[in-house]
């Protein structure tokens, strides 16, 4: 039997794919093709692909703390790692989902909301219960992306001009 934090980080983990290549990820390449500035697509694509690593490095290395310490004291710096990395990842993907669509899905800015809003109250709480609430965003970003891909099922690209 798998120990329910290391369950939980790897939900996460399996959140976080399935946003990443939810419409955006999936078509990107298409998007530089029919970008009316393919270059500079593929320039600003690079950078916002680095945001999105560095996303989910930071947030494994949230997750990796966890495992270590899981009812342990939190330091604030835990909180910024374990709850940045995935809103890192967050805003990284908004971006892509913009280079793409030229939108960003509400799920994404809710997600954000969502990580800054509750980390107040995980302020020196077991760095667990950060990680859990952090799961269970991404868990709802996901789910409201599957939901609304079932309502309109293949879009095609359309980057900004």
Do not use: K, N
């Amino acid at each position: 039997m798998v120990p329910p934090i290391r369950s939980s980080c790897s939900h996460a983990g399996t959140s976080m794919w399935r946003i990443y290549f939810h419409r955006a990820g999936a078509v990107f390449a298409a998007a530089i093709q029919v970008a009316p500035r393919p270059d500079r697509l593929g320039r600003s694509g690079y950078y916002t692909q680095l945001v999105i690593v560095t996303g989910v490095l930071a947030a494994g290395v949230g997750y990796a703390l966890v495992i270590r310490e899981p009812r342990g004291h939190q330091e604030p710096l835990w909180l910024a790692v374990i709850l940045g990395g995935p809103a890192l990842f967050l805003a990284g993907r908004s971006r892509m989902e913009y280079e793409v669509f030229a939108r960003i899905s509400p799920s994404r800015v809710i997600g954000l909301v969502a990580l800054a809003a509750v980390t107040p109250a995980l302020i020196h709480r077991a760095p667990m219960l950060a990680a859990a609430a952090a799961t269970i965003i991404l868990a709802g970003v996901a789910v409201w992306d599957a939901a609304g891909e079932r309502r309109h099922p293949g879009e095609a690209p359309s980057p900004p001009p």
